[in-house]
């Protein structure tokens, strides 16, 4: 199976080109979404989050994302830890989800693709770009957050230039139709170098 890595920095609308694809009938597999879940599920995951960072990690059962991301984002260290926790599960579920994929390839959105060294397990990918006051504009709609905050995760991922020279397509997402016609064509492009 052919797998496309989807990526782009917070607020870039990876979401939105997912939707596009997924409109194509290409099934995509949301990483974060899926890392969330096995976060809520796993009784292996939550006993290690809970030596991790302590009973806090957790409140009534339910993941503190609140308290993890305070956390996370001012300590490396913490987030590599957290990471060896929780991505090889998510490694190990997507491909039983592939396994049981029937598409001519699939779709696997991660945010710090090549952060993660992910990169180097895609077929091809795909980064989204936008302007960083789009993006910021875009985030401070969506999430409730503030400007500061933005920008403290924008510095823990790559900029978009270093991204680029290892991607295989690039989505200039600022315009929806654009972003739809830009995406048919990668589509066109990748099913004729998998053929």
């Not at 890392?35 to 030596?51: D, E, F, G, T």
């Not at 510095?155 to 397509?169: G, V």
């Amino acid at each position: 199976m052919t797998i496309v890595g989807l990526t782009g920095g917070i607020g870039s609308g990876k979401t939105t080109v997912a939707k596009a694809f997924e409109a194509l009938g290409i099934p995509v597999y949301i990483a974060d979404e899926e890392a969330k879940k096995l976060m809520r599920r796993s009784k292996v995951i939550k006993r290690k989050l809970i030596a991790l960072f302590g009973e806090n990690a957790y409140v009534d059962g339910k993941l503190n994302r609140p308290f993890l991301a305070e956390i996370i984002f001012n300590d490396k260290a913490i987030l590599q830890k957290m990471n060896a926790i929780v991505h090889p599960k998510v490694k190990r579920h997507f491909e039983k989800w592939v396994a049981k994929q029937n598409a001519p390839y699939v779709i696997k959105e991660v945010a710090i693709l090549f952060e993660n060294g992910g990169h180097k397990q895609m077929d091809f990918i795909i980064t989204v770009t936008a302007p960083i006051s789009l993006r910021i504009e875009r985030l401070l709609n969506r999430d409730n957050s503030s400007k500061e905050k933005i920008e403290s995760i924008m510095k823990n991922q790559w900029p978009d230039d270093k991204k680029i020279t290892l991607s295989d397509f690039v989505i200039s997402n600022e315009d929806l139709e654009k972003t739809k016609h830009q995406v048919q064509e990668i589509h066109l492009q990748i099913l004729k170098k998998i053929q």
